[in-house]
């Protein structure tokens, strides 16, 4: 089968929202390389080895591809997508040279092609992610395999923000929590959260795409009993229109004691307006989300909501300069910053609902 493979060169400040805006034009499929230059500051403490560049991309640059049915007009979609890359510096998003091009390849030389370059990889004193095409014995009895098929498009859990995230559920899970994942991706962070001792995940996201690879990850790991996908973001799904009325700190209309006769203290799932069962009891004890920071901003209110008091907010997908922008929201929302954590150029924050 041929796709069209549309090439944008960019920079990595701009890769999340200009994949977002292949997928509004239509592409089936992203692949994102960043700069393997050994100037960037890594990470090594868990024993990863950079003895040598990944690729020749300049220093915070990177390439971004999307691949388009062969059927369709590519000089339209190009012409769509230009301008719409462009107005991201209005936004304060630098997307760099942001250089176009597309040309016709065969469905074998990119839906597989990057599996070479995917190869277990610990991200934490317990945590390895393992593709599921990968042989690898654990080399202690406390380590934690994560089971993974990222698809075409939602990650392979080896960029900084996910490595963040893992890092801060692994502080913050004791054992028997319930958490919400916003923006589940591939589903690596709800696995995660799983392997280290949490009760159950209510996993989210948008994209249909999405939802079924999250599906998929969480069936290879053998966690649907726990771990509970739904396509929707967090305020369609756990409060509705009348979600954002609901005074900060106060459970959400649909958690509240006396819904479908069971409490807020109990064990058992909730329902919402007929929607499915969340797997999780609401108000829970940790949400975690790795988004893009402009997105992140726009919930913070709802996350809230979301927690039990002295429950924890974990965000990510964070570059450098949103830093400050993500603090601000999650203050005035009611949060405690607790701490930020950094990875090359990208930032975690962990806060605290007061």
């Given at each position: 089968?041929?796709?069209?493979?549309?090439t944008?060169?960019?920079?990595?400040?701009?890769?999340?929202?200009?994949?977002?805006?292949?997928?509004?034009?239509?592409?089936?499929?992203?692949?994102?390389?960043?700069?393997?230059?050994?100037?960037?500051?890594r990470?090594?403490?868990?024993?990863?080895?950079?003895?040598?560049?990944?690729n020749?991309?300049?220093?915070?640059?990177?390439?971004?591809?999307?691949?388009?049915?062969?059927?369709?007009?590519?000089?339209?979609i190009?012409?769509?997508?230009?301008?719409?890359?462009?107005?991201?510096?209005?936004?304060?998003?630098?997307?760099?040279?942001?250089l176009?091009?597309?040309?016709?390849?065969?469905?074998?030389?990119?839906?597989?092609?990057?599996?070479?370059?995917?190869?277990?990889?610990?991200?934490?004193?317990?945590?390895?992610i393992?593709?599921?095409?990968?042989?690898?014995?654990?080399e202690?009895?406390?380590?934690?395999?994560?089971?993974l098929?990222?698809?075409?498009?939602?990650?392979?859990?080896?960029?900084?923000?996910?490595?963040?995230?893992?890092?801060?559920?692994?502080?913050?899970?004791?054992?028997g929590?319930?958490?919400?994942?916003?923006?589940?991706?591939?589903?690596?962070?709800?696995?995660?959260?799983?392997?280290?001792?949490?009760?159950?995940?209510?996993a989210?996201?948008?994209?249909?795409?999405?939802?079924?690879?999250?599906?998929?990850?969480?069936?290879?790991?053998?966690?649907?009993?726990?771990?509970?996908?739904?396509?929707?973001?967090?305020?369609?799904?756990?409060?509705?229109?009348?979600?954002?009325?609901t005074?900060a700190?106060?459970m959400?209309?649909?958690?509240?004691?006396?819904?479908?006769?069971?409490?807020?203290?109990?064990?058992?799932?909730?329902?919402?307006?007929?929607?499915?069962?969340l797997?999780?009891?609401?108000?829970?004890?940790?949400?975690?989300?790795n988004?893009?920071?402009?997105?992140l901003?726009?919930?913070?209110?709802?996350?809230?909501?979301?927690?039990?008091?002295?429950?924890?907010?974990?965000?990510?997908?964070?570059?450098?300069?949103?830093?400050?922008?993500?603090?601000?929201?999650?203050?005035?929302?009611?949060?405690?910053?607790?701490?930020?954590?950094?990875?090359e150029?990208?930032?975690?924050?962990?806060?605290?609902?007061?």
């Amino acid at each position: 089968m041929l796709w069209h493979e549309v090439t944008i060169h960019t920079t990595e400040e701009a890769q999340e929202m200009i994949s977002n805006l292949l997928y509004e034009a239509g592409t089936g499929g992203v692949s994102i390389e960043e700069s393997g230059t050994l100037n960037k500051e890594r990470d090594t403490r868990y024993g990863e080895l950079y003895d040598q560049p990944l690729n020749d991309i300049p220093e915070g640059e990177a390439v971004i591809k999307g691949y388009y049915s062969e059927t369709l007009n590519m000089d339209a979609i190009i012409e769509e997508l230009a301008p719409r890359v462009e107005e991201l510096r209005e936004f304060g998003i630098d997307p760099g040279k942001a250089l176009i091009s597309w040309k016709t390849v065969d469905e074998e030389e990119w839906a597989h092609a990057w599996k070479q370059y995917f190869k277990p990889l610990r991200v934490s004193e317990r945590l390895t992610i393992k593709p599921t095409w990968e042989e690898y014995t654990p080399e202690s009895p406390d380590e934690a395999i994560i089971e993974l098929d990222p698809g075409m498009a939602f990650g392979t859990g080896t960029h900084p923000t996910t490595a963040l995230c893992l890092r801060a559920l692994e502080k913050h899970i004791r054992g028997g929590e319930e958490v919400i994942d916003v923006g589940t991706g591939s589903g690596i962070l709800a696995v995660g959260a799983m392997l280290l001792g949490a009760k159950s995940v209510l996993a989210l996201d948008l994209d249909p795409v999405a939802v079924e690879s999250a599906r998929e990850n969480v069936e290879l790991n053998k966690l649907q009993h726990a771990i509970t996908v739904q396509e929707s973001d967090l305020l369609t799904l756990l409060g509705g229109e009348g979600a954002s009325d609901t005074p900060a700190g106060e459970m959400w209309p649909s958690a509240r004691p006396g819904v479908n006769g069971k409490t807020a203290e109990t064990d058992a799932e909730v329902v919402v307006s007929g929607e499915p069962t969340l797997g999780v009891t609401l108000p829970v004890q940790i949400v975690v989300a790795n988004i893009l920071a402009e997105i992140l901003v726009l919930f913070t209110d709802d996350v809230y909501r979301a927690l039990q008091p002295g429950g924890i907010y974990i965000t990510s997908g964070i570059y450098k300069d949103k830093e400050e922008l993500v603090k601000q929201a999650l203050l005035g929302s009611g949060f405690d910053i607790k701490e930020v954590s950094r990875e090359e150029d990208w930032v975690a924050i962990t806060a605290g609902k007061r």
